[in-house]
């Protein structure tokens, strides 16, 4: 028996977007916004109006919101469909053509249908006992209990450690710096993601629910249990509003596109960011810091390593042993304009480190606070809290003179240098004080209220200053924090990972669950970031699996004192050279699925569910990924093997080893070498993957020549893939780009390739390019009508 209070709710109104409830004891009004045919959405308000009247998390296609967020209530850019609204003596029912919500009168618990040839499913429901926490029975937080089935697979929550099905975790909502974090059982970590997708495995329906709220909290996903209740699971934050969103699939690609849409478009990269970029610690923080960062240069042409940035660590701001944002250590960096100069004539582009706590002995501190720039306490006094070198202030960015505060010192202390981006770094906003108070606009509140939006206001800050600084330019930004849209500014990285064998594995499903929560260009600092050196073959490894994720990047700060570089063990140079090489031959290919994540919101790094739903066995526990449409990835992530037993989804056609061309058939299992130079990997059968052919090294990294290597189907079959093109560098992607899409049709007797270009705004630098049937295929191949023989190119 439910001995819950009886809150009685009844129709308020009904407007185009949304049905309005109320309950008259409690002064609650119940909003259910039918956004999509499948898509609602559920916000509970006071009679006062809502704690929180903004959001910075939802822009629906948009690549941007205001500085001071966007309306909570505003429905723009949702379609809004017809809705249809039934009420019995007991229900209200508000359902479009595909998704129904059935609402009890007493306790406002719903029931969620989809429709099934013609027939409404149920696929979710609030938990029947006690769903919300209206008047305080269930403690001071805010919660929502669903009813959980023990087979249920849960994936998502951002960036979370563990295994990628979630089912039966307890997880904290909260950044933290969680440096040198076991990738295998630590939480939180530094980004704060209320958004998960349920998976019904019998059924194979999968739905997504989004928790629109900034404060710390918890989900639940099974650990609990109660005797006074069936399984539930549930969410739980500190303070705001309840204000969730119902995403009905079908599949989970599904739910992660129209996530991934409505939280904001994911920034295209300019092309040069898709290669290796250097960083370490030990560089700035040496006492001839730009001698060692020069150093560096030499040492990549020497080895012969192909990169394209560098990460400058915090080191260059400096003061004695501390460190001091947009400060330059002129003993280390006694000409910082000349340093990123060299750089670039190289080649490579600059990433600097700012961070957004000011110790108190920071040259600027009195100035910022007498502005009174900085998060206060209770009192109306700056706010102190524990930072790096000792106490430290955080800038209030919800100030707006703050925020150009930030945005004039990106511009006037690094781009102007010549620093071509900004590396947003400790930005988890560890503040623990619930007295502390932010300007809010003009609106002050309670910090804790809105604490994940802070990540996301100082990238915004920043890709501001980068925007304006060179309005013909992409900004490009990395962040280790963030919130929800992130995705709208920056690249980011799961922090500050231990060196240990695990590390590689667990790393790959902490990166897919962040894939899986919209946020696609993504990586891990390769080798490990904090603990001993990697040995030897640990290392290699570890380049093998990073070189393909969105972000390449290695990066330490060893115990030992030693670095992490790609020349630190001699014989394994040649090696980690190579594959190096080989993501720069794969350019084309990456850069085309950033934009498929652009346009598409379509994820980069993948599990190999998403595209292959129907293979149950693609659900079993793994450590595969896919990269991009046709590239399945079978990392290395245990020491002292020489191959790797990996599972082939099914697929017409089935798949081949990338390198050898041998063929596996589909919905079967396949043992792979695994050498030291070559990551493991299977193509899909009909796969065509774009490459640059040309024989690149660090003197001559602008060569391009465009080839495209073909994996044909042995099975009569017609595929099509379209080649992405532009400057790699412009703005404005959409209007200046050119399109190559070939067509390969299987006969049996030829392999039959048309191509047809497309160019809008933009000229392709390039009138020929070479196919290269990679298969021990013996049909002959035609491009465009011209029988190839001799391995030529030919004009497409």
Not at 551 to 569: A, C, G, L, Q
Not at 726 to 742: F, L, N, P, Q, W
Request: aromatic share 14%; net charge negative; glycine share 6%.
């Amino acid at each position: 028996m439910n001995i819950q209070h009886a809150y009685q709710f009844a129709l308020k109104e009904k407007n185009e977007a949304h049905v309005t409830f109320y309950n008259e004891e409690s002064q609650l009004f119940a909003h259910i916004y039918v956004l999509e045919q499948d898509l609602f959405r559920v916000l509970f308000e006071k009679q006062e109006g809502l704690q929180l009247p903004t959001t910075w998390s939802i822009a629906p296609g948009e690549s941007d919101v205001e500085l001071t967020g966007r309306p909570r209530k505003e429905t723009t850019g949702f379609s809004c469909p017809t809705y249809s609204y039934h009420e019995t003596e007991t229900t209200f029912e508000v359902s479009t053509e595909t998704l129904k919500a059935t609402i009890e009168k007493e306790g406002f618990k719903i029931k969620w249908s989809r429709k099934d040839t013609n027939v409404w499913v149920v696929f979710a429901e609030d938990r029947e006992t006690q769903a919300y926490n209206y008047n305080g029975e269930l403690g001071s937080t805010i919660k929502h209990y669903l009813r959980r089935e023990i087979t249920e697979q849960y994936f998502g929550l951002g960036e979370r450690t563990g295994s990628l099905n979630r089912h039966h975790g307890r997880y904290r909502n909260i950044t933290i710096d969680a440096m040198g974090y076991d990738a295998e059982f630590s939480d939180p970590l530094y980004k704060h993601i209320p958004f998960y997708i349920t998976r019904n495995p019998k059924s194979g329906f999968s739905y997504g629910l989004f928790y629109d709220n900034l404060a710390p909290g918890y989900f639940d996903l099974g650990r609990e249990l109660d005797n006074y209740h069936s399984l539930y699971r549930y969410f739980e934050a500190e303070s705001g509003d309840l204000d969730y969103y119902m995403l009905a699939g079908p599949t989970v690609k599904d739910v992660v596109q129209t996530y991934t849409w409505m939280t904001g478009t994911t920034a295209m990269p300019p092309k040069w960011s898709l290669g290796y970029s250097g960083s370490t610690m030990s560089y700035t923080d040496a006492p001839n810091a730009q001698e060692q960062l020069q150093q560096f240069i030499t040492h990549c042409e020497e080895h012969d390593i192909l990169c394209d940035s560098f990460q400058l660590s915090s080191g260059y701001t400096s003061i004695d042993d501390k460190r001091y944002v947009f400060h330059w250590n002129k003993e280390k960096f006694p000409d910082a304009k000349q340093l990123a100069a060299d750089f670039k004539a190289k080649g490579l582009r600059l990433a600097a480190n700012i961070k957004p706590a000011f110790l108190r002995s920071h040259p600027e501190y009195d100035e910022l606070e007498k502005q009174q720039f900085f998060i206060q306490n209770e009192h109306g006094e700056t706010e102190l809290a524990q930072f790096w070198d000792g106490g430290g202030a955080y800038l209030d960015f919800t100030n707006p003179d703050a925020f150009n505060w930030w945005k004039d010192q990106v511009k006037e202390q690094l781009l102007a240098y010549g620093i071509e981006s900004t590396w947003n770094d400790n930005n988890e906003y560890e503040i623990w004080n619930h007295g502390a108070q932010v300007h809010g606009f003009g609106n002050k509140r309670d910090f804790q209220s809105i604490r994940a939006v802070f990540p996301l206001l100082m990238m915004k800050a920043s890709f501001e200053a980068q925007e304006e600084h060179d309005q013909n330019q992409r900004p490009f930004l990395i962040s280790r924090s963030g919130a929800p849209g992130m995705q709208r500014y920056v690249q980011t990285w799961t922090g500050d990972n231990r060196t240990e064998w695990k590390t590689i594995r667990y790393n790959i499903k902490t990166g897919l669950g962040l894939t899986l929560s919209g946020i696609h260009n993504i990586g891990h600092d390769v080798g490990g970031f904090a603990g001993p050196k990697p040995d030897e073959e640990l290392f290699v490894r570890w380049v093998q699996n990073g070189v393909f994720h969105p972000r390449f990047t290695i990066h330490s700060w060893n115990e030992d004192e030693t670095v992490n570089e790609p020349w630190m063990y001699k014989e394994a140079t040649p090696a980690i050279r190579k594959l190096i090489q080989l993501r720069s031959m794969l350019t084309p290919y990456w850069y085309t699925a950033f934009y498929q994540s652009h346009t598409e919101h379509e994820p980069i790094m993948k599990p190999t569910f998403l595209d292959f739903e129907d293979d149950q066995k693609s659900w079993e526990e793994n450590d595969d990924f896919l990269v991009g449409p046709s590239l399945l990835v079978a990392s290395v992530v245990e020491p002292d093997v020489t191959e790797r037993k990996v599972y082939a989804p099914i697929h017409a056609g089935g798949w081949f080893d990338f390198y050898r061309g041998t063929h596996v058939e589909g919905g079967s299992y396949t043992t792979l070498p695994a050498p030291l130079d070559e990551t493991p990997l299977l193509v899909k059968a009909g796969a065509i993957i774009p490459i640059n052919e040309a024989p690149r090294t660090f003197k001559e990294k602008d060569k391009d020549d465009r080839a495209f290597l073909l994996y044909p189907s042995k099975e009569n079959a017609q595929v099509s893939y379209t080649l992405y093109e532009d400057d790699g560098i412009s703005r404005h992607v959409k209007e200046s780009h050119a399109t190559v899409t070939v067509t390969m049709e299987t006969t049996d007797e030829s392999i039959l390739i048309k191509t047809d270009v497309s160019e809008m705004g933009y000229n392709l630098p390039y009138t020929k390019a070479r196919f290269n049937v990679k298969t021990s295929d013996t049909r002959e191949l035609y491009v465009n009508g011209q029988l190839i023989k001799n391995n030529e190119q030919v004009s497409i």
